[in-house]
Each structure stands twice: as C-alpha cells, then as structure tokens.
C-alpha cells in the first residue's frame, strides 16, 4: 500500500472510531433510559403521600444552621409527566419543641395548596393561617419556573427529560458499584442524575438562582425503592438547597398511572403577571421615610449621606428603591445599609448596594457568612455586583452601634433572647423616638408565638430604658407605640 493510500486509510479509521465512539456514547444515554424504565416503569402519571419535613431557604436561625423547619403531617403529589403538571396537597404544623428561626409564627396547622402546570402557576388553597376557602385561586406566576423545575427532579420525570434533552453518558461509582451519570441542559438548568447498577434513579442535581447564595445547588436523593403495582418508587426522599434540607418525605404509598392528574388552569391564573415592585412612600419625620414593599424599608436623611434599613428580597426591589430615593432625596447617596438580619428577605438586596459603593451596617456574626455566599458563582442571574465585582466594606457591632452626624442619631441594638434570629437587631431614632423593627411585631400576626417575640423585644426596649411613640415594623403598617402595648396587656390577660 503507498504511503497516500495507508494515510488514507489511517485518516478513514480515525474518523470512523470517531463516529462509532460518539454514537456509542449516544446509545449508551438511550441504552440507560430504557433499562432504567424498564426495571422502574413506564409511568406517565403518579401520585405519592407521606409525611416528613419542610425547610424554608433563608430562613435559619443563624447563618451557619439548618433551613428553619416544619413538619409535614400530611403530603399528596399528582404529576402528569405530560403536561408538566402538578399539584401537591400539603398540611404542615410547627415542630415541637418549635424550631427556633423561621417564618411568620403560627400555631394552628397550615393547609397549603401548590398547582403549576406548563409556565403557569397558583395555590388554592392559599397559605393561611387559617386557610382561605379552598374555591379561592391566588395566582402565584414567580413560583412557576422552580415548580416546573421539580416535576423533573423526580425519578420518573427525570428519566423523561434525560431523553427528551439528549443526555449524554459519564461513568461515575457508588459503593464500589458501576453507575451511569446522566447529564442534560433543559432550558437554564443543568441537570444530572445517578442511575445505579439496578437501574434505579438514586441522586439528581442542578442549581437554581438565589440573590443571596447565587448558582444555589439543589441536590435530591432516592432510596428504599419498593416495587408498586406498575413501578417501582422510592419511599424516602430527600432534596436539600444550599446544603440543608428543604424536604424530606416518608412515603406512605403511590400509584402509578392513575386518571385525572392532569391540570386545568384557572382563568384569573393565565391572564396573572408578577407584580411590579412598587415603592410606596410614607414620612415618618422630617427626613424619616418609611418605603413600603412585600419587606418594607426605612430611608433616614443624614447631612450629607442617606442610610437604608434594610434591602429585601433581591436585585430588582434594590434598584426600584434606588430609582424612589433619587425622586426623594435628589443628590445624596446610600451610604450606608443597616442590615438587620441575615434573613434572605431581608438581605437578598444589599449585593445591589454594595456595588453601588454603600457599607454594609450588620451584626459581626453575619458577616463571615455574607462574604461566603457573595464569593459564590453569581452565572444564572448576573447581577451588578457580579458585572462589576468588588469587595464588600462592613461596619460591624457586637451588641450596639450608633450612626451620628452631630444633629442626628441612629442607634443600633441586638434583640437579645429572639426566637426569630439568634442575632436580629432593632433600630431607634431617640430624637423622633421611631423604633425600627422587623419580624417580632407586626399587626398581621397575632398568635401565642408572636406574643412571645412582642414581650421579648419589649423587655429590650425596656432593658436599654428606650422610649418610642411611633413602631415601625418592616412588615405591616405603622403603628402608634400606645396600640402595641395595649396589643400586649390584652393578649397577656387572655
């Protein structure tokens, strides 16, 4: 053979490894579908029940603990695979000791209802306390996207959207076992997942976006599968975000295949958008506003400066609070953010500040915890900050801190012994005598929990022998300090 002819040859053999290696590797993701299907089912509703626990992202009692948590007394998930619906069925109570840390207090059982299907979704029953009828639709369309991201973060749903999105294959090993990793992009997310030597679904992951912890990993494991009449199904399941819980389940039984799993979306549902982020504009004094939102924040004028209690939520309220102040106060800049408590409500707007060039005002334990989570991959949702990275300035205080200008004070104090967090702060205005307070007082919640964080930030005020006429709380409305007490004397008679 010449040396033209054996190059050639050489040249044809190469490319034909290569295209029998990739089309391998092509059979090898379709080969892993179809054996995983086969052993756990072609499934194309289910519905499953348990009981477990719930854990909200954001909301532990320190930045260093466990998501705060709820136990799930009852659970029922229906998905059709098909049109990527699912409804899930939930009643969930306060632990007991209850867990310090968390949501809005409640002591009655919360019966909740969440819906999407397709890019839309609602809850019905609505979160209560107690539960609204379960005839009324709250359309919830910013829930929509990370609803249908679970569908497919569920063994069967994930083996659907592996094959719908052109998996491809990796080896990986799992107690010194073969396994198959399969790993697809559907829409924004990367998702993979582990099949094991007995073709069962054992662990997906992906990521989703979070204005505090960024690229958030989501992890969800499967184990003590059983076989069922049509498949077989995991009967513990457990997903954590950002490295801690945020459900676990006990299952009690499924059904594979079952009717009417599919969803038909309400009318008020398709016509629903998310609502603008407002800013609604209260004074409070000469140059003390208060600026409505979901979580609410205090602008308090300075001689030169401006300082902002809190920046909530994320990205898109920190720059319509941005756009509100210049119409406020036209000249003057943020300075300072006094942040009051790591709570991701109440924190997932400060990257915006900070690269705006404003210091960060915040307990000492939390900012470890700040600077670790803004170091995180910000890819999903780039905001300023990661558009234009720069270090963080702190100010940080252990019990106090006190912002002076000469004419006005701003008065800083750890809320000692609250139950919401280990290290949430109040704010005081001593000469328009304004407490600025979020999370412990607020006219909409008024249960035995609430009561307890009434009466221990009272004994604080009390304590540090402050005097305010004027309550503030960053969620709910402005409230005459008098009505607060007199809140407190009945509900203590009670």
């Known amino acids: 053979m010449s040396g033209g002819a054996l190059g050639k040859f050489w040249s044809g053999l ?87 840390g968390g949501e809005a207090p409640f002591t009655d059982p919360v019966t909740e209802g969440r819906q999407v299907s397709g890019k839309f979704a609602w809850n019905q029953p609505a979160d209560g306390n107690p539960p609204v009828a379960p005839d009324v639709v709250l359309p919830a369309p910013a829930a929509a996207d ?3 991201l679970q569908i497919w973060l569920t063994p069967h749903g994930f083996l659907k959207a592996a094959a719908a999105n052109d998996a491809v294959t990796t080896q990986g090993s799992e107690d010194g076992k073969k396994t198959t990793i399969l790993t697809f992009t559907q829409g924004k997310y990367k998702i993979s997942g582990t099949i094991d030597s007995h073709n069962l679904v054992t662990h997906i992951e992906t990521h989703i976006p979070n204005p505090v912890l960024g690229d958030m990993p989501v992890e969800v494991s499967f184990s003590d599968y059983r076989q069922l009449k049509g498949m077989k199904f995991p009967f513990h399941i457990l997903q954590t975000q950002g490295g801690s819980r945020t459900f676990e389940l006990n299952v009690t039984g499924a059904e594979a295949n079952v009717a009417g799993a599919a969803l038909t ?17 209260e004074k409070m004094a000469d140059g003390v506003w208060m600026l409505y939102g979901r979580a609410s924040s205090v602008l308090i004028e300075f001689k030169d400066y401006l300082v902002l209690v809190d920046a909530p939520t994320d990205e898109a309220r920190s720059l ?3 756009e509100a102040i210049k119409k406020l106060v036209p000249g003057k800049q943020v300075k300072y953010v006094i942040n009051t408590h790591h709570h991701f409500d109440h924190s997932g707007g400060l990257r915006t500040f900070v690269a705006q060039g404003a210091t960060i005002i915040t307990n000492e334990a939390n900012k470890a915890f700040f600077q670790w989570a803004w170091a995180q991959p910000h890819t999903m949702e780039p905001d300023l900050l990661s558009q234009h990275p720069k270090e963080a300035t702190f100010i940080t205080y252990k019990n106090k801190y006190v912002l002076t200008d000469g004419d006005r004070n701003v008065e800083i104090y750890l809320d000692y012994g609250d139950m919401h967090d280990q290290y949430l702060s109040f704010v005081y205005l001593p ?40 309550i503030a709380p960053l969620h709910g409305p402005i409230a005459p300090m008098d009505v607060w007490l007199k809140t407190l004397r009945d509900d203590t008679a009670k």
């Open 265 to 281: 979306v309400p009318a008020n549902v398709l016509t629903a958008k998310e609502r603008p982020d407002n800013v609604t504009v």
């Open 14 to 100: 190469v490319l034909l490894l290569c295209l029998t290696t990739g089309n391998a590797f092509a059979l090898d993701a379709k080969s892993a579908i179809r054996n995983a299907e086969k052993v756990m089912g072609h499934v194309q509703t289910v519905r499953y029940s348990g009981t477990g626990k719930l854990g909200v992202v954001g909301m532990n009692w320190n930045p260093t603990g466990p998501w705060h948590s709820t136990d799930l007394t009852k659970y029922t998930r229906t998905i059709d695979y098909a049109t990527a619906s699912s409804r899930e069925d939930l009643v969930r109570a306060q632990e007991n000791p209850t867990a310090l």
């Open 146 to 148: 990370e609803r249908g």
């Open 431 to 470: 000469k328009e005598r304004i407490l600025v307070e979020v999370d412990d007082f607020s006219a909409w919640f008024a249960t035995p929990l609430s009561l307890a964080m009434w009466n221990n930030l009272y004994g604080n005020l009390q304590r540090l022998q402050l005097d305010p006429v004027t």
């Open 320 to 322: 319509a609070l941005i």
